[in-house]
C-alpha cells in the first residue's frame, strides 16, 4: 500500500479558498489514480474528485464542479485540491485516496484526513 499524508486543512469564510496537498510515500506513485473524498458529521464519505496517473483525466462530483480543481505534481509525488468559493456545505474531513477504481468507492490506500471547516 502507498502511504498517503494530507495537509493544508483549516478554516475559510464562505467564498474563500484553501488548498490541500497530498504526499505519497513510494515513487510507484505514478502508476496510480489519485483523488480526494469527504466525510461531513453524521454523514456517510462522499466522492469529491479523481485524476487519472497521467494527470490527463479529472473527474468531480457535481457538488464541487466549478469550484474544485485537482492536479498532481508526479514528480514530488504529490497530489493536490485547490478549493475555491467555498461554501458552509464544503465542512468536512478531507480524505486523499489512491488505487483501485475510486468512481466505484474501491480505494487501495487512504490518508489520515485533514479537517476543512467553512463559515458562513
Known amino acids: 500500500q502507498v502511504q498517503l499524508v494530507e495537509s493544508g486543512g483549516g478554516l475559510a469564510h464562505a467564498g474563500g479558498s484553501l488548498r490541500l496537498s497530498c504526499a505519497a510515500s513510494?515513487?510507484?506513485?505514478?502508476?496510480?489514480?489519485m483523488g480526494w473524498f469527504r466525510q461531513a458529521p453524521g454523514k456517510d464519505r462522499e466522492f469529491v474528485a479523481t485524476?487519472?496517473?497521467?494527470?490527463?483525466?479529472?473527474y468531480y462530483a457535481d457538488s464541487v464542479k466549478g469550484r474544485f480543481t485537482i492536479s498532481r505534481e508526479s514528480a514530488w509525488d504529490t497530489v493536490h485540491l485547490q478549493m475555491n468559493s467555498l461554501e458552509p456545505e464544503d465542512t468536512a474531513v478531507y480524505y486523499c485516496a489512491a488505487g483501485g477504481d475510486l468512481l466505484r468507492y474501491e480505494v487501495d490506500s487512504w490518508g489520515q484526513g485533514t479537517q476543512v471547516t467553512v463559515s458562513s
Open positions: 485524476i487519472s496517473w497521467s494527470g490527463g483525466s479529472t
Open positions: 513510494q515513487r510507484t506513485f505514478s502508476r496510480f489514480s
